[in-house]
């Protein structure tokens, strides 16, 4: 195994929260990049043309560029018409950034495919995976990943004790409290028309994360999209959720939900609130 190889593998099996972005920083392009190159190949900023090649389907999240799918086609143009057209997670716009690299011979373009599929591990690929989705993106877009290696799945770990009760429990308790809240009670009462449907969608979510059951199929990340949110509804969001895990759940439990909204709390931010970085002219 090659020093590179030992730190890719190292970095699909660190499940740390949010500095993987750091940790994996010299081999996601940055925001700012001139040039874009995943894994040492060329790409193009914009949407392909009508002509053979391999596209990149990007989230921003902070300072970099998270692939979220790659493709090769024959023609780019109408295959990525037609995923946009098909697939929920593009079509609700979790995809923000699109490049391509021009590629007419077909045998080279799946050798290039099954290189950055492994060396990234896109949440909205499932064939050439090498392991999970890096935890920022994961967090935004489910992962489709099948079959990973051990240690890899969703819910590797300590089992984890708790009762479907106890999550509903936990959900209303946080619900009651976060609807009377001066700061974030306004945003869920303008979002939310159908609580026990909503109650019913969140204690899924829970479930699936805690559980390992299959009912949540969404992403959590794409009804915040148009809710105008605030950086600061989010430390009153993580602070309440964390009281009602704790008084609702097994120690062991809680802590489990407690690290996952705290994640995805740094992870929603990154998401919707990118750092506007200034222009700076090139050096000679």
Known sequence: MQPHQRQDAAHRLDHSPMPAAHRAGPSLPRADAPEVAFAGFAFVAGDPPPRAGLFALTRRIGEFLYPVLFAEAEDMDATLTRLR????????????????????????????????????????????????????????????????????????????????????????AFYSEAMADPLIGPVFARNVSDWEHHFEIVQNFWSRALLGTTRYQGSPFTPHLAMNLKPEFFDRWVGLFRKNAEANLKPAAAQAAIARVEHMSVCFQAGLFPPKIPHQEPTA
């Not at 929920?88 to 099954?114: E, I, K, T, Y």
Request: hydrophobic share 40%; aromatic share 4%; charged share 30%.
């Open 85 to 172: 057209a098909d697939e929920p997670v593009l079509a609700a716009g979790l995809a923000d950034g699109c490049f391509w690299s021009a590629r007419d011979n077909a045998r080279q373009r799946l050798h290039v495919l099954r290189d950055l599929v492994g060396k990234y591990d896109p949440p909205l690929n499932e064939d050439f995976r090498m392991g999970r989705a890096a935890p920022e993106i994961a967090a935004l877009i489910p992962d489709r990943g099948k079959n990973l290696p051990a240690g890899e799945g969703e819910h590797a770990g300590e089992q984890i004790d708790a009762t479907e009760d106890e999550l509903k429990a936990m959900v209303r």
